[in-house]
């Protein structure tokens, strides 16, 4: 990988040379920003206030992560609070299979906590569910919502992501098959274009849509490919899952390293979710790879949201560059995530 090289030389010399990678205690600040989302916590409710269904399940995601890097946190109680309030809703309260998937991916992490069966039948449930999803339209994959309006990459990325996760958690082989299923069709939908990046989804004559590359569909992709592997004992897909993780570092960073969405001038409430998602899936390939230049791209911008992005209160907003602007339950846990995954390959 020349282009890693040339790419990351620069940061090399300035970011983490000059400032040194002590300066930065990325448990500690993973750890402040946890405590400060639960700012936004609702008890009664079991959700974030003022994000949407799907944006609460990425919180808690957040949690979950943070409870996993540093057992001695206190997260499970407010996992299993949301749990029993919200349980009888998981399958019914929204109409999109993606929040299906991301609710889902978070249960299977809550179980692998806790080893409450529970949490594992939840997320089995909301598979089953997906599923239901599959269609012949553009030869397979699940819709993106139960109306059946549109294709997408996310909605399938969850989809190969919980199928590969929970193959791997009950050693039934319907999910394998699935997951192996998912992914021959999802490589040759056309939604991974010439760049290696993925576009949002296919228009209505099953093309590649050319809609916008946002991160969370470079970065869900390398999970499923991640657990995929090591459910199939297949190394390949890890190959895979690197060209694109690469190909988002290179295209959606600005000259310093720093991931940026194109809208970020006025993202809307699903937006700011994203480039979180990304990070914690860079994390896992890493810990699949050990490679480098991840760990390199995770520091750069944990270490840029902590100096260029926070308030007072240690409230993390949209634009990892900075400044500084203004904070939700969404901006701050999708920044969140980015500081835990840097935590995450510390010492590994
Ligand atoms: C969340 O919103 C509800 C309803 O508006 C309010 O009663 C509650 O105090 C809020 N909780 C937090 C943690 O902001
Ligand atoms: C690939 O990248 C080039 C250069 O940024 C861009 O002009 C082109 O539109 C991209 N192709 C696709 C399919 O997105």
Known sequence: MVRLSNYFLPLFGTALFSQGTHAYDYLSHAKSGSDALMHWYNQDTGVFNGTGWWNSAECLTALAEMQAVDPKSDFLDTLHNTFEINKDVMTTKSDFYDDEGWWALLWIKAYDLTHNQLYLDAAEQLFDDMAKGWTTKCNG??????????VNAIANELFLSVAAHLARRTWDIKYLNWAVKEWKWFEQSGMINENKTINDGLDGSCKNNGYTVWSYNQGVILGGLVELSKASFDDSYIHTAKDIAYAAIYQLTDSNGILHETCEK????????????????????????????????????????????????????????????KADASTHSSALMGLIAAASVQGV
Request: aromatic share 14%.
């Open 141 to 150: 994959g699940i819709w993106w919502d139960k109306d059946k309006t549109y």
């Open 266 to 325: 006025g993202c809307g409430g699903d937006v700011s979710q994203f480039k979180g998602i990304f990070m914690q899936q860079i994390s896992q390939l890493y810990t699949a790879t050990s490679d480098h230049g991840l760990k390199q791209f995770l520091e750069i911008n944990a270490q840029s949201i902590w100096k260029n992005d926070r308030d007072s209160q240690n409230r993390l907003g949209l634009k990892w560059s900075g400044p500084f602007d």
